[in-house]
């Protein structure tokens, strides 16, 4: 997916890596990561306003194999990145945003203004990625694949060879694009798709930390306890009480402003 910010800002952070952008940047994310994010309204207190947009691999593809070779960089990097924001691209996005205004002809311009902006993404900074979105059969595509495994069992204990089968890959192909394209190991990947899980459950209802632990998959509480506090800086307890108070304390704030 893509995501544009119209107003406000955005601090996305995956293991150590932390990325932040504006209305002057946009993201692109090629695979499904545990992101954790935190938004903020405009410096002029309007409202973080942000539209995202699914990327279509078959559109992508037929307008990659319309344009004419480009000459890229062999670099790879981690499956998500920010970009700066063009004139052209800008101009795209706002005639798209535009067609809100006459619903009648979404169905005839909507296409055609995605399709200009694809071609424009395709231009610029991140057109091999994009590319590699659009070629189910490369690398990128393997690693989905493994991703939907882990998603889907993320509950389980890890199999490689499980995630070899899904992928289509050896042993250590899949280590090798796995930690290039997420920034993480399977194993790393797994543990944090259950913290943030967890955290979620904890946040949702009275659960006890032991039974969330063994819920996402944790064979051992006080592991989870440890491993919780490692990557929230906080027990769990003391994680979402300070969560639940910082919700509380905005909600009346906002009441008190109206």
Aim: aromatic share 6%; proline share 5%.
């Amino acid at each position: 997916m893509i995501c544009f910010i119209l107003q406000g800002s955005k601090s996305v952070s995956i293991n150590d890596n932390l990325l932040s952008y504006g209305s002057e940047q946009y993201l692109i994310s090629a695979l499904d990561l545990p992101l954790i994010g935190q938004i903020f309204d405009a410096e002029d207190g309007q409202p973080y306003v942000a539209v995202s947009l699914v990327l279509d691999p078959a559109i992508l593809a037929e307008l990659a194999a319309n344009m004419p070779p480009i000459r890229e960089s062999s670099q790879t990097g981690i499956g998500i990145t920010i970009n700066p924001m063009t004139a052209s691209l800008r101009d795209t996005l706002l005639r798209l945003l535009s067609l809100l205004d006459t619903p009648a002809d979404i169905p005839v311009l909507g296409p055609m203004v995605e399709r200009e902006l694809l071609y424009r993404l395709l231009l610029g900074p991140q057109g091999r990625l994009l590319r590699q979105i659009a070629q189910p059969d490369g690398a990128l595509g393997s690693i989905r694949r493994a991703v939907a495994w882990i998603r889907d069992n993320y509950d389980t204990r890890l199999r490689i060879e499980a995630l070899c089968d899904a992928s289509g890959m050896s042993r250590a192909s899949l280590h090798r694009h796995f930690l290039s394209m997420t920034g993480l190991s399977p194993i790393q990947y797994q543990k944090l798709l259950r913290l943030q899980e967890a955290r979620q459950l904890l946040l949702a209802g009275e659960h006890r930390a032991s039974d969330v632990a063994f819920a996402v998959g944790y064979e051992s509480a006080s592991q989870f306890s440890r491993e919780y506090l490692r990557q929230f800086g906080a027990s769990p307890a003391r994680d979402v009480r300070a969560i639940r108070q910082a919700i509380t304390g905005e909600a009346a704030q906002n009441e008190f402003k109206a």
